[in-house]
């Protein structure tokens, strides 16, 4: 029988408050250890909690993004443990009543179908600290800045199917809460990251088998990386006849391997109560729709408009309307051409290839939306060709040319990339190039006239060649061809 794969993910995603979700501490990243945890991070005596108000808002503005249920009473919750760096013994989260209650996200798959996973709840908390290894020699040091950092806990239904499936609605939940703005997302810096439930059955069981919790995977390769090992690794043991143990698990993306961090054969007892330090919260509609209509365009609305509004396929309009800052550098760019499906293959294209060699964010992209634009609009009007304009574009991205508007035209100028469009010009070279070529002509004038076809590009490179790249191709391919033609008949 056929193995079958189901996965569950927990999203873990600090929100982008400027205080801690109940205190005033400051959540910026970056700062000297332990300098950013209070009195009431600590719960040190005498301390009582202040909900802020900015983190329940953009929970429900989440909620509202996914279609979601909004608990208009929620209630915070102790979540009773020990761990070293959870200096309380307990975190303040929500277990009965969830600010988010039940949605759905809609996910794009590599073959053009949708798939619809459902978002089980959303429900606020308060981050742990950091434990740091790290140059310790054995002993672990402990910062305390991270403590009660809001956090929006995601839950899936175990919807998923397939590792590609998981990332995918992963980068779909990202895109949703970097778009809402309520999230940098920055996977590097623990803005956003995942736990993996994994487990498998024979195809066509109802009944879930024992599943295993993969933790803290903090980008989406190492997602996939995980997820595909954890598959292998239970389907070995249950077609050599064993038992899946189920447990808590750790993925090093480094050096892919992954181990056991310990088992969970029996669900733990947090010894859930509700907080006795803060009261139930509660929000009725007006609140809600004040919310909705703060809400910007979403991914899926944008996708649907890009399809409409610029005649994109499913696939680029997918691609480009899923962060706001490709979004905005997209529609910026094609407003300078005039050309939505020039703009997408260059943003998809050789933009994308250099931003990802060098790590590199669209927003801290070197090349601005307008300078591209300009640059695209320079192809547009036959004054350069695509090889030229990559010559541009790389001079673009080093700086050159300045970083105002011109910038493209200014480097096409001191390159001397011009196209040649003149034809006398571009007849004279062809001339010069078949008159060196005979062997090259005289097969070309024995060849059937179905196989001429391919032979031209020896030819087009010679006047590619003699041009310095800066010869049309379009014109140049319709004059070499009546010339070969000619000597034909």
Aim: with cysteine; hydrophobic share 35%; glycine share 8%.
């Amino acid at each position: 029988m056929e193995w079958e794969t189901v996965i569950g993910l927990e999203i873990h995603c600090q929100l982008a408050t400027d205080s801690k979700i109940f205190s005033g501490a400051s959540t910026a990243f970056g700062a000297e250890p332990n300098t950013q945890a209070c009195a009431v991070d600590l719960a040190l005596p005498g301390t009582l909690p202040v909900f802020n108000d900015n983190a329940l808002k953009m929970a429900v503005k989440f909620g509202l993004a996914i279609d979601a249920q909004i608990g208009k009473k929620s209630v915070f919750a102790r979540k009773n443990y020990f761990y070293p760096d959870l200096p309380k013994g307990y975190q303040t989260s929500q277990m009965d009543d969830p600010i988010v209650g039940i949605g759905h996200v809609d996910i794009q798959l590599k073959d053009g179908t949708t798939k619809r996973v459902g978002v089980t709840r959303a429900h606020l908390e308060e981050d742990a600290g950091k434990s740091l290894h790290e140059d310790y020699h054995g002993m672990t040091g402990i910062d305390l800045n991270r403590a009660g950092t809001p956090l929006l806990e995601i839950v899936s239904e175990p919807d998923m199917r397939s590792a590609e499936e998981a990332v995918a609605y992963a980068k779909k939940i990202h895109s949703i809460v970097t778009n809402l703005g309520i999230s940098d997302g920055d996977m590097s810096q623990g803005s956003f990251r995942c736990d993996v439930n994994v487990s498998l059955r024979y195809k066509g069981e109802e009944e879930f088998g024992t599943r295993t919790e993969t933790k803290n995977l903090n980008s989406f390769k190492f997602m996939e990386d995980a997820i595909k090992l954890e598959v292998e690794r239970q389907m070995d043991i249950l077609e050599d006849g064993g038992e899946i143990t189920q447990e808590t698990r750790l993925y090093n993306g480094d050096t892919k391997v992954a181990r056991s961090m310990r088992s969970k054969e029996e669900a733990n007892d947090y010894r859930y109560f509700p907080c006795p330090d803060l009261l139930p919260v509660m929000i009725d509609d007006d609140f809600i729709d004040a919310i909705r209509a703060t809400l910007p365009e979403l991914p899926d609305a944008r996708h649907q408009r890009f399809m409409e509004q610029y005649g994109l396929s499913d696939y680029d309009a997918g691609v480009l309307s899923g962060y706001s800052d490709t979004a905005a550098y997209f529609e910026t760019a094609t407003e300078q051409c005039d050309d939505a499906k020039l703009a997408a293959n260059w943003v998809m294209g050789e933009l994308s290839k250099h931003l990802n060699s060098n790590s590199l964010e669209i927003a801290d992209s070197p090349v601005s939306a307008e300078q591209l634009g300009q640059l695209l609009a320079r192809i547009k009007d036959d004054t350069i060709n695509g090889k030229a304009a990559k010559q541009v574009f790389e001079a673009l991205w080093k700086g050159e040319g300045g970083n105002g508007e011109g910038a493209a035209d200014a480097i096409i100028e001191a390159k001397g990339l011009k196209q040649v469009t003149d034809s006398g010009a571009i007849e004279a070279m062809i001339d010069e190039v078949i008159a060196a070529a005979t062997p090259q002509v005289e097969q070309y004038k024995a060849a059937e006239p179905e196989k001429r076809g391919k032979m031209l590009g020896f030819f087009m490179g010679k006047v590619m060649q003699a041009s310095k790249g800066t010869a049309n191709p379009g014109q140049v391919n319709k004059l070499l061809k009546t010339k070969l033609d000619a000597l034909c008949d």
